[in-house]
């Protein structure tokens, strides 16, 4: 079993930035796929972004150039850089790990 730690979400102005990390337990976390997905109120979960432990990425295009995600495999844990934060943003984020676990959520909030 992987437990999920998600942390970093926030409130943030337009054109802020943000880093959210995904702290996970377990030993398989080097060895699986990671990411990040995110829901706003009344739309369905969509991906944000994936990494493989091979390191290729896929970001979704509304977040392409803005957000980077990235994985440290000696702590376990993945992050989500997000720049240029846009109200759009506001979501709560998940934390994915081998496509079967997942974080508890954090809340994203992008406001003046």
């Known amino acids: 079993q992987v437990q999920l730690v998600e942390s970093g979400g926030g409130l943030v102005q337009p054109g802020g930035s943000l880093r959210l990390s995904c702290a996970a337990s377990?030993?398989?976390?080097?060895?699986?796929?990671v990411g990040w997905y995110r829901q706003s109120p009344g739309k369905q979960r969509e991906l944000v972004a994936t990494?493989?432990?091979?390191?290729?990425?896929n970001y979704a295009d509304s977040v392409k150039g803005r957000f980077t995600i990235s994985r440290d495999n000696a702590k376990s844990t993945v992050y989500l850089q997000m720049n240029s934060l846009r109200p759009e943003d506001t979501a709560i984020y998940y934390c994915?790990?081998?496509?079967?676990?997942w974080g508890q959520g954090t809340q994203v909030t992008v406001s003046s």
């Open positions: 994915n790990v081998g496509a079967v676990f």
């Open positions: 990494l493989t432990r091979g390191g290729t990425t």
């Open positions: 377990g030993s398989i976390f080097s060895i699986v796929a």
